[in-house]
């Protein structure tokens, strides 16, 4: 079964305001994580990623925060704009070559 | 922008036709995928190319067969295909394994089977 999850499939957020997307994890021996973008029609795109020695890592409007002791994941996106709109997926290096991925946030913008 | 090119982006054909998807990165990456996405899903992996060598299959079924050429591009053969394999059909590659290794996607080729 997949070693991450979601803590909700869809997130509402007026635009302007901060996003935060969750997502929790299983395998304590997990060392790295990724953050994927998915608009509509379009394929996965890489948003940032972390390694289990950081507890935090800023990309441009992006966040990612990792709490080892409760195996969570965030991803925060601040100032939310239309063009966040996408489906929002955490994933993990499984083993080898396989990801393991979370099963999707959509986030949708109000104007 | 993806450096993951995929060809076609749409692709509709019957169930008794053979048909191509088409991958190309210049990263050079030596690990190339192929994974499968019907919507409101997560991407589900069906092939990984390591070093031009087919080293992991999902237990795909044959109708689906790929190819590695070289190291920069990757096919998929599609034959004999059903209705039920119309989906999003991702490719994408990496360095090296995905433990510390970012995988890249491409933005797709859309396949409808009728």
């Known amino acids: 079964g997949e070693s991450v999850g979601l803590h909700l499939p869809t997130l509402s957020v007026q635009e302007g305001d901060n996003s935060i997307i969750n997502c929790a994890y299983s395998?304590?021996?997990?060392?790295?994580f990724i953050w994927y973008k998915q608009e509509s029609g379009k394929g996965p795109q890489f948003i940032i990623d972390?390694?289990?020695?950081?507890d935090k890592r800023q990309g441009q409007r992006v966040t990612v925060l990792l709490n080892k002791t409760v195996k969570h994941l965030s991803l925060q996106i601040a100032a939310t704009q239309p063009g966040d709109s996408a489906v929002y997926f955490c994933?993990?290096?499984?083993?080898?070559?396989?990801?393991?991925f979370g099963a999707g946030t959509t986030v949708t913008v109000r104007a | 922008d993806t450096e993951v090119t995929q060809t076609p982006k749409h692709l509709v054909m019957g169930m008794t036709n053979k048909k191509s998807l088409k991958c190309e990165q210049h990263?050079?990456?030596?690990?190339m995928y192929w994974y499968k996405q019907k919507a409101k899903k997560p991407p589900e992996l069906m092939f990984v190319?390591?070093?031009?060598?087919?080293?992991i299959n999902e237990s795909v079924p044959s109708r689906f067969s790929p190819e590695c050429p070289n190291s920069s591009l990757l096919n998929l053969h599609l034959h004999a295909l059903q209705p039920e394999d119309s989906a999003l059909y991702l490719c994408?590659?990496?360095?090296?394994?995905?433990?510390?290794?970012?995988?890249?996607f491409g933005e797709g080729s859309w396949l409808t089977v009728v």
């Open positions: 972390i390694r289990s020695n950081m």
């Open positions: 190319y390591s070093y031009e060598k087919l080293s």
């Open positions: 990263m050079g990456h030596r690990a």
């Open positions: 395998n304590s021996a997990s060392d790295y």
């Open positions: 994408a590659s990496s360095q090296g394994p995905s433990s510390g290794n970012t995988i890249y």
């Open positions: 994933a993990e290096p499984a083993n080898d070559y396989k990801l393991s």
